[in-house]
């Protein structure tokens, strides 16, 4: 009798049987696809990639002698002590495409200090003419040294062994490497031995691959491939396409495409996602536990100590991707039945047409090297901001944007950067999206920035003047669905943001590279009417109360009534994110005020365009503290910086209040 084959994950497969012809046609035309939509690096890349790898691991082991020398160390020994680099994240996995970076670990001997990493190592890369956008960032989470090597993106982490040397053949699969390691490189070579260990539990390498492929540019066009903003990274992602490829071990890549949204539309997060079982190591480090950890979505890295790769994920967040994983069944099912092609699952995201209202945080910097760290903290700790908001039950949806949009001022004058970063924005300016909803900077655990510091101040923070001509801008979008209004309630809608918003401030003028007299922070309410054309990358806007009328042909037993455009509308009235209609019941606000960013109420009938002032100080200009409303727009605003927009003596329904 035949011994029964073995497979890999913490339950036995739920069929072991192989796909249909009809499958593997599919999985060939999914192939095609991704082909088409340039997912795979050409062979001239792919030799780029490999002669920059080969030249840092050189430059890691003269880095080590150079740090051994320092400290003292014999000669003979110091060109001994080796060193070497690991490739992990999608380059490692093999799924990466031909602009992602490589996420690269450099595995150093006891004597190499991280403080000699930051030191000697970046001197020695900022000496290469092949090196350019060369960032450190010592006090990360995960220490990282960010750069860009002959047009490849790299990130580089350091891990120190407690061993004298580091032999040419070392692998990290041993626990006992992380006896008496400190925390940090417990993290960074915690990203390279997740990915080997993904590696050796899937049954099949190259379905996995397709597979992981075909949902990493689903979830990017859908906008849910960052760790950062709440969603999930790609480390994430690559668990949830092992562990149907483990429970399917002999189907091919669009089977397993099928069943990994059949799988997740049925899931039920009290169990963790899990590729083998949590084990214990002679380190005696934190393991992830659901009797001391809650998470919303929790999926558990392999390696040990095992984590939990998605604990962002808030519950608007949760709401977004759970909605999506429907809309991916539907469409797949579709596909299977060829009555849709796989380009119907790649439709890019409809963001900034399905909510009525937004907030735009905005952080400006006069510096351009120190504007790239604090923009890259302020994306980190949005998902704070979204948290914080989810406490004030006022929300349906807060629905966080992958990305930011940069921009770049040439100012005239001191004068008008100045008023730049005080939030008088001209209505125009160099911009692109800071990172394509298709970046692979989440492909590895743990990356993100500096613990922060308490610090109380207004919620503009103003320069002091007379600090460059150049100004610097990063905007982030929040989707906002306000909560159902409470039955029986009428009169005024009051919402108190205060307390989360000067949480979010404090948070963000508590890093370690915020410059009071070079940066500040603003935020803005917007209606969608309002977003500027950057975020529609050349699509065509929605119309002025498209998103109300829609709702309203499409809601049956909706409230009879006339009602003007500037005084209603229902915030059931936009789809879902995903076009599902699980949305509430009804939600009426009346002129709603926007929040300025001093915290005084400035009204929304006409929110504040791109090129409006915010109100600073007190009351926005020629109001009085109570925040009049806009119903007009003002004039045409020149380029440079424009005036406030001037007010008109109207109230709202709902007030905000954000300090």
């Not at 963001?351 to 006069?366: D, E, I, P, R, T």
Request: charged share 25%.
């Amino acid at each position: 009798m035949e011994a029964r084959q073995k497979y890999p994950g913490v339950t036995p497969p739920i069929d072991v049987t192989a796909s249909t012809e009809e499958e593997e046609a599919l999985a060939g035309d999914l192939l095609g696809v991704l082909r088409a939509e340039n997912q795979f690096e050409s062979d001239e890349e792919r030799r780029t990639r490999e002669t920059v790898l080969g030249k840092i691991d050189r430059m890691v082991k003269e880095f080590v002698y150079r740090a051994a020398i320092k400290h003292k160390l014999p000669e003979g020994l110091a060109q001994m002590c080796g060193g070497k680099i690991f490739a992990f994240g999608s380059y490692r996995l093999g799924v990466h495409g031909p602009s992602a970076d490589i996420d690269t670990l450099c595995v150093v001997p006891s004597h190499v200090s991280r403080n000699d990493f930051f030191d000697i190592m970046h001197g020695m890369l900022r000496e290469r003419s092949e090196v350019t956008e060369l960032v450190a960032v010592p006090d990360a989470h995960v220490p990282v040294i960010k750069m860009v090597f002959s047009g490849v993106e790299i990130d580089l982490t350091v891990a120190v062994l407690q061993q004298p040397t580091i032999p040419e053949d070392l692998e990290l699969f041993d626990n006992n490497l992380l006896r008496n390691m400190d925390s940090a490189s417990v993290r960074s070579l915690n990203g390279s031995r997740v990915t080997d260990e993904i590696l050796r539990l899937v049954p099949n390498i190259p379905t996995f691959r397709l597979a992981l492929r075909c949902i990493k540019l689903w979830a990017k066009r859908r906008a849910i491939y960052s760790n950062k903003a709440g969603f999930l990274g790609g480390v994430a992602w690559a668990m949830l396409v092992a562990r149907v490829c483990q429970l399917y071990p002999n189907k091919c890549a669009s089977t397993v495409v099928r069943r990994f949204f059949s799988v997740l539309t049925k899931k039920r997060w009290e169990t963790p996602i899990m590729l083998k079982n949590i084990e214990t190591g002679p380190a005696h480090l934190e393991v992830w536990s659901s009797n001391r950890y809650h998470h919303r979505m929790p999926i558990i890295t392999p390696a040990y100590p095992s984590m939990c790769a998605t604990h962002n994920v808030s519950m608007s967040t949760k709401q977004i991707m759970e909605l999506e994983f429907k809309r991916g069944l539907a469409t797949v099912s579709s596909i299977m039945s060829r009555e849709a092609t796989w380009d119907a699952l790649f439709e890019k995201h409809q963001f900034f047409h399905s909510y009525k209202f937004y907030f735009q945080v905005n952080v400006a910097s006069s510096d351009a090297e120190a504007h790239g760290r604090i923009q890259g903290f302020v994306e980190s700790r949005l998902r704070h901001y979204v948290l914080q908001l989810e406490t004030t039950r006022q929300f349906f949806i807060i629905h966080p944007f992958i990305h930011g949009y940069d921009r770049k001022f040439d100012c005239a004058t001191d004068a008008e950067a100045q008023r730049i970063r005080d939030g008088f924005l001209p209505e125009k300016a160099d911009a692109a999206p800071n990172k394509d909803g298709a970046s692979e900077k989440d492909d590895a655990p743990g990356k993100d920035d500096a613990s922060n510091k308490d610090d109380e101040g207004p919620h503009t923070e103003a320069p002091a003047a007379g600090q460059g001509k150049e100004v610097h801008i990063s905007s982030f979008y929040i989707g906002l669905r306000l909560a159902e209004r409470d039955r029986g309630t009428s009169g005024r809608r009051r919402l108190d943001l205060s307390a989360p918003t000067q949480a979010f401030i404090r948070l963000i003028k508590g890093a370690q590279d915020w410059d009071s007299n070079t940066m500040s922070v603003f935020i803005r309410f917007l209606r969608s009417e309002q977003l500027p054309d950057e975020v529609f990358d050349g699509e065509s806007r929605p119309r002025p109360g498209a998103l109300r009328s829609s709702a309203k042909k499409s809601k049956k037993g909706a409230r009879k009534g006339k009602r003007s455009a500037d005084d209603s509308v229902a915030t059931d009235a936009s789809p879902s994110p995903t076009g599902d209609d699980q949305q509430p019941k009804k939600a009426r606000f009346d002129g709603v005020q926007a929040p300025s960013t001093s915290g005084v109420p400035v009204g929304a009938g006409r929110a504040q365009q791109p090129g409006d002032a915010p109100a600073s100080n007190g009351a926005a200009p020629g109001q009085d503290s109570a925040g009049a409303a806009a119903d007009e727009p003002g004039p045409q605003q020149p380029m440079t910086i424009p005036p406030p927009a001037p007010p008109v003596a109207k109230v709202g329904g709902i007030r905000l209040r954000l300090l």
